[in-house]
């Protein structure tokens, strides 16, 4: 889920129960999962606040776990778009 505030300035949550560490990549931080990690929330969710300029950005978010990475993406995304690894990126649209 993505809550924009306005400016430029998004959250995104992710929502899905886990223990293993969340990452927010895309092509706004080159697709470097160490450049967003995502905090767990009061609710147990996961999440972070990002601030973009005017645009649309394509993301996923990053699962670490022990049965190596698992990527997701966020079904209420603004739009999606064909990946070139196969399946589909989420994309945000920022104005």
């Known amino acids: 889920m993505i809550i924009k505030h306005g400016k430029g300035k998004a959250t995104f949550i992710f929502d899905n129960p886990t223990d293993s560490p969340v ?3 895309g092509d706004f931080n080159g697709w470097n999962p160490s450049l967003d990690p995502m905090e767990k929330n009061g609710d ?3 999440q972070v606040v990002k601030t973009f300029k005017p645009g649309a950005y ?4 990053l699962i670490l ?3 190596g990475e698992q990527w997701f993406n966020d079904w209420r995304a ?6 070139p690894f196969g ?3 989420s ?5």
Request: no cysteine.
């Open 58 to 61: 394509q993301f996923k978010y």
């Open 44 to 46: 147990g969710k996961w």
């Open 91 to 95: 994309v945000v649209i920022i104005e």
């Open 78 to 83: 603004d739009a999606y778009v064909k990946s």
């Open 87 to 89: 399946g589909e990126n």
């Open 65 to 67: 776990d022990l049965n």
């Open 23 to 25: 990452f927010l990549i």
